[in-house]
């Protein structure tokens, strides 16, 4: 046994000491974030939760992500591009007109969208049933605004996957209407601290006015030119895409194929590929797609792929078969929790779960936040980050994520930190992009943790919190703009 020198002795009681002088310190960070929780309004939770720097959303789909106002206002102001849109205000049963997403007539839609060029195409029975988005009057303007958002008890996901996205699809082909809107949502980030977005939109089946097709190169420069502009470096959140794929459909491995072509060819812009789609459509089984992945992996390195897994409500394999068809990151994964096995694997990475709270609950994948698996993730190990889905179409945004969050699951201060941090360590931008946002991250956190607890809710005096229908139908915490109000709402 070695000797130790008194020198050496006197090293190792400092080193102690100071070991336990620490110690009080990280408790003390540990117990003022438990005094505010403890103490806190609920709108004072919010405020603080609205102002706390976050890093980004790795699971959004741009076109569900839209506020039904800001898709009026962008509808309106195409039309100095040209774009004129019209929605269907009645039925007169004339012949069917468009398809929803499983190929059924829906002819019995209202509020469906659709631009000139369609309009002039229809005959004079089905034009009778249309009217421009201007001429709307009172009672129609508020319900086309409602027709986009889930803020009924009798809605859910039939509403969202057979309604909605039919009623948007004509304005999606619009890409001066997408830079619009991504625009809007950047800004409203931003002013929530979120600094990365990782969104789902494709450059695929853009029209012009006129109806003849954007070429994919026409779309990309556009928005190229919409991301390098002053408007959108203002807003200070990064941005990349991800090419979404419709996993039922019948011809799905060929585009597929074109996904990863197009993925590859614009890597500056496209990050990654996704299989989105309901899950309970047995035709979209991730396995279906391991072949064509195996030969797509021969000929494209380094694709990353996020992919919808564990959205359904019964027990199944679909998030182990989506690891073996290589993702990185698994969208929802609420049904992991029945594979015990799988949850084993998932344990301190590789792979991440892109947790949508408050999605799960509105499209009744959990009737209660008791239900949900995410505090279960989160404190084995599985890492998690937060995400928000259709933020648009749930009428809430990301700070309310954060919100259910801590109030539902009771989340400690340095729980809120590695949720931040996974959702930047675990996205696909580049690597140097990548460790600039964590480092900028880490700083803004320790800035934010040091300021409250120096100066309490006085460093918060200038914050102005914006929160939408859910947190008020949900949680009673109404802080909705000006001119943004929903009937029975308030603006604080």
């Known amino acids: 046994m070695p000797i130790l020198t008194p020198h050496i002795r006197s090293l190792i009681l400092g080193l102690v000491l100071c070991l336990v002088m620490a110690a009080p310190s990280a408790q003390a960070a540990e117990r003022w974030f438990e005094d505010v ?27 569900g992500a839209v506020r039904s106002e ?17 929605t269907r205000v009645r039925i007169e049963n004339c012949a069917p007109y468009g398809h929803n997403e499983f190929g059924g007539a829906r002819a019995l839609l209202l509020f469906k969208d659709i631009q000139a060029s369609t309009f002039e195409k229809l005959d004079a029975c089905a034009k009778s049933e249309f009217k421009r988005l201007q001429d709307l009057d009172a009672r129609e303007k508020p319900a086309w605004l409602a027709s986009m958002r889930l803020d009924q008890p009798y809605e859910g996901r039939d509403e969202f996957f057979d309604a909605i996205w039919d009623r948007i699809n004509d304005m999606l082909q619009n890409p001066y209407l997408i830079c619009d809107v991504l625009l809007r949502n950047m800004q409203a980030f931003g002013r929530e601290g979120v600094v990365y977005l990782e969104t789902q939109q494709g450059v695929e089946g853009a029209v012009k006015p006129d109806g003849s097709p954007y070429t994919v190169d026409e779309v990309v420069a556009i928005y190229r030119q919409f991301l390098a502009s002053p408007a959108a470096r203002a807003t200070g959140v990064e941005v990349r895409f991800q090419n979404a794929l419709l996993r039922f459909t019948p011809n799905a491995e060929q585009h597929l194929r074109e996904l990863y072509a197009i993925t590859d060819r614009y890597r500056d812009l496209y990050v990654g590929v996704n299989m989105v789609g309901r899950e309970d459509n047995d035709k979209g089984y991730p396995l279906r797609f391991l072949p064509v992945l195996r030969e797509l992996r021969h000929r494209y390195p380094d694709i990353n ?27 929802h994964g609420v049904n992991l929790i029945t594979d015990p096995e799988t949850m084993i694997r998932m344990r301190y990475g590789p792979y991440m779960v892109e ?15 008791s239900q949900h698996p995410f505090p279960e993730y989160l404190r084995t190990g599985i890492p998690v980050a ?31 930190v590695k949720l931040g941090r996974n959702s930047l360590y675990y996205s696909f931008v580049d690597d140097p992009t990548k460790q600039r946002l964590l480092a900028s991250y880490d700083k803004r956190v320790a800035a934010f943790a040091q300021a409250f607890q120096k100066r309490g809710w006085a460093s918060l005096s200038d914050v102005k919190p914006v929160s939408y229908g859910f947190l008020c139908s949900h949680y009673q915490i109404c802080l909705i703009p000006a001119g943004n109000q929903l009937p029975g709402s308030t603006s604080r």
């Not at 962008?74 to 004129?84: I, M, P, Q, S, T």
């Not at 947790?355 to 936040?369: G, P, Q, R």
């Not at 919100?403 to 340095?414: C, D, I, R, T």
Request: zero cysteines; proline letters at 3%; glycine letters at 6%.
């Open 70 to 86: 800001w898709f009026w206002d962008a509808a309106l102001a195409a039309e100095a591009r040209g774009y004129v849109y019209y």
């Open 386 to 416: 937060l995400s928000t889905d259709d933020r648009g179409m749930w009428d809430s945004n990301m700070s309310d994520e954060f919100y259910v969050a801590v109030k539902e699951f009771n989340l400690s201060w340095e729980e809120i």
């Open 37 to 63: 929780k403890a103490g806190a309004t609920p709108e004072q939770l919010y405020r603080f939760l609205y102002a706390l720097p976050k890093g980004g959303d790795l699971h959004n789909h741009l076109t």
């Open 305 to 331: 792929l996020s992919i919808h897994a564990g959205e359904v409500d019964e027990p199944n394999f679909h998030v182990r078969d989506t690891l073996l068809l290589g993702a990185q990151r698994i969208g």
């Open 355 to 369: 947790i949508n709270l408050i999605s799960n609950l509105l499209l009744e994948y959990v009737s209660n936040y």
